[in-house]
């Protein structure tokens, strides 16, 4: 594509149609006539003949150029990938929004290398963010008015099958939950209607709630009772994280299960650990995390109950975004309506 000037003195409808508006006109009344952007037709060049101007700046397309109506749909559908639906455009931008609630993945890599091509422009909210049903996740958009075909072919080879944007659903799990009995009986108690809250949330449900003496052998009773139960994730809450003699960690070694990581690299909730139990994620809670809205663990349960199974990789990538201030609240999950989403109790 290349820019044109033309001058009203010299200008004829003919020099008009085909080309696009790179300006927006308006009529006596101060009401936009013709929008900028838009690609003019014989009609669309008469009425621009009808109207005060003196100079018009215009793109005239070369060949295989595609304009931004039909290049901005075509990398809106190419990034959107399983869960994601792309609405029609508005304000020069198409919005991706979630099909489901869910939790958002973002391909960073592709997305990078899609937005160092000239035209294309796609950007998201945060990789692991917890979204809504019907909530924008993503846009695309067209910088110019017009790119070249070749530049969105190379948009759609590096968005592949699988886009740059998904939202993986929340499938349904039972998860059960070994409480230490130090805890005592009223935070037992309020940890398991704490649970229960947020687990409906997500679609899953507590199926059974074991509590335990601090020692090994108990503690891998329960945990054999909790599986027993039928349970897909098991919640552990009352160790003490830190000392690598807790009788739970003796506990998982007896049964079997695999640390997956001690610790991860986000606050609050550093202290939270993951283990794997023949493919049960056992998940240890820190102590910050069995009453509060906003912790690792919100973030850690939601990725495990889409069906994830996160690693020590994964884990480690949570660091970035993982200083949970009330200003990141809303990668959380919005358990109560009434309540600021992610806030702290």
């Keep these: 594509m290349h820019a044109l000037r033309i001058v009203r003195d010299a200008a004829r409808v003919e020099d008009l149609g085909g080309r696009v508006l790179c300006h927006e006109l308006r009529g006596a009344d101060g009401r936009v006539a013709l929008a900028k952007g838009r690609l ?37 559908r190419a ?16 919005p991706l929004v979630a099909a489901q609630r869910g939790v958002l993945s973002v391909d960073t890599s592709a997305m990078e290398r899609v937005n160092t091509l000239d035209g294309p422009c796609v950007y998201t909210l945060y990789d692991g963010q917890v979204v809504e049903r019907g909530e924008t996740v993503a846009r695309a958009k067209i910088i110019p008015f017009a790119v070249p075909e070749t530049v969105l072919s190379e948009v759609d080879a590096i968005a592949g099958d699988r886009g740059l944007v998904a939202v993986r659903p929340f499938v349904p799990h039972r998860v059960a939950a070994v409480v230490h009995e130090s805890m005592g009986g009223r935070a037992v108690a309020r940890f398991g209607d704490a649970v229960t809250e947020k687990l409906g949330w997500f679609g899953s449900s507590l199926c059974a709630l074991e509590t335990t003496a601090s020692n090994a052998e108990q503690i891998g009773v329960a945990l054999d009772r909790a599986r027993g139960a039928g349970a897909d994730v098991i919640l552990v809450a009352g160790a003490k994280a830190m000392d690598s003699l807790d009788p739970t960690f003796s506990a998982l070694q007896r049964v079997g299960a695999r640390m997956v990581r001690h610790g991860v690299p986000a606050h609050p ?55 949970l201030t009330r200003e990141l609240a809303f990668r959380l999950p919005a358990y109560r309506a009434t309540t600021e989403r992610g806030a702290v109790e």
Aim: glycine share 12%; net charge negative; charged share 20%.
């Design 269 to 323: 909730g550093s202290l939270l650990w993951l283990a794997d139990w023949d493919e049960i994620p056992i998940v240890g809670m820190p102590t910050c995390g069995l009453f509060a809205q906003a912790t690792v663990f919100d973030l850690v349960i939601a990725r495990i109950l889409t069906g994830e199974r996160p690693g020590r990789a994964e884990l480690a990538r949570m660091a970035h975004g993982g200083f």
């Design 40 to 76: 003019l037709d014989h009609d669309d060049a008469a009425v621009a003949m009808s109207l005060e101007w003196t100079e018009l700046h215009v793109l005239t397309l070369d060949e295989g150029d595609v304009h931004e109506e039909d290049a901005g749909t075509r990398v809106a």
């Design 79 to 94: 990034s959107a990938g399983a869960g994601v639906e792309v609405r029609p455009a508005s304000g020069g931008h198409w």
